[in-house]
């Protein structure tokens, strides 16, 4: 993760173009060699923090009180972490907002995100097995969850996704009515009467 830290710090501050893996290796003191030991281009270098972040909501899902149902438990993750404080706080939330900047216009950068978003999508479709999984199924752990889950994530993690994405776009504070949290509430909102479980879907 210092690696990670010292990549972010030197895109925020010199930008991307201006910015080598050499530098990124020195920043985080270690040799050129040990920094492509671990990351082949210096955009995968922040890729830990993006991770970070889009584990952090999906595990909070998973720690969500067993009672809630699926759509309360995504918003309790909401909640906890995408609000400033709770976890990130608002300068670093700043920091976000820069590299989902980068991202934009960097095609590079872009995959990265993508990648991050994709792994943490599989994550929530684990998770939200767990979560609705009766208890006979909870014998083994199945290796292909019901379609329909891996749909809800994919929904839910685009509602949570595009929030954070037109945030950072804007000029809002992370806290706030135009903040990540309440976007992403906004977003999840708009989905009531959205089928979450495997056994609400159609031909279940």
Known sequence: MEIARAAAGLFVRR?????????????AGIAPRTF????????????????????????AVRSAP???SVPEALEHAVHHTLTPGEGVSAASWEWVRTLMHL???????????AEVCRSSE?????????????????????PHPHPHLRFTSA??????????EAWA???????????????ALRNLGALRGFAWGAGEAAGA
């Open 103 to 113: 991202a934009d216009t960097s095609p590079a950068l872009r995959r990265v995100w």
């Open 36 to 59: 492509y030991r671990y990351f082949a281009t210096k955009e995968e270098a922040v890729a830990p923090l993006y991770a970070a972040g889009a584990r952090r909501w999906a595990e």
């Open 169 to 183: 776009a804007g000029t809002s504070p992370a806290a706030g009515a135009q903040g990540p949290a309440a976007l």
């Open 122 to 142: 599989d994550l929530l479709t684990s998770i939200l097995a767990e979560r609705t999984a009766a208890p006979a199924d909870n014998v083994a752990p199945q």
């Open 15 to 27: 930008g991307l173009r201006a910015t080598r893996a050499e530098d990124i290796a020195q920043a």
């Open 155 to 164: 929904v839910a993690s685009a509602a949570v996704r595009v929030a954070v």
């Open 66 to 68: 067993a009672a809630l």
